[in-house]
Nanobody
Framework: QVVLVESGGGLVQPGGSLRLSCAAS??????MAWFRQAPGKDRVFLGT????????YYADFVQGRFTISRDSAKNTTYLQMYNLKLEDTAVYYC??????????????????WGQGTQVTVSA
């Protein structure tokens, strides 16, 4: 079992930055990822990081604006977001995979999920 707790969401102006955190506890994981879901839309993959090596992979539409990192000592992964846009408004979720998965860019590839944190980009 893995428990994930996100934090860091809030209200930010367009062009601003925000860093989300996801603290994990429980069994070891192979990778953690970030997704988001806007009202009335599907959950969308943002990026993932392998826990041991720290290798990252991002969805094309966030390249250069979002960065994922992890602090192994704190069992925490981070989503740093820059130049936020109105369309980035969503609930952001972190997820964890206990085993290696080929579906690393899909929700089905992750077993454990956080409760989500709201990010609102508004002037």
């Amino acid at each position: 079992q893995v428990v994930l707790v996100e934090s860091g969401g809030g209200l930010v102006q367009p062009g601003g930055s925000l860093r989300l955190s996801c603290a994990a506890s429980g069994r070891a994981v192979t990778a953690m990822a970030w997704f988001r879901q806007a009202p009335g839309k599907d959950r969308v993959f943002l990026g993932t990081i392998t826990w041991n090596a720290g290798n990252t992979y991002y969805a094309d539409f966030v390249q250069g604006r979002f960065t994922i990192s992890r602090d192994s000592a704190k069992n925490t992964t981070y989503l740093q977001m820059y130049n936020l846009k109105l369309e980035d408004t969503a609930v952001y979720y972190c997820a964890a995979a206990p085993y290696y998965t080929l579906n690393f860019d899909k929700a089905i590839g992750y077993t454990y999920w956080g409760q989500g944190t709201q990010v609102t980009v508004s002037a």
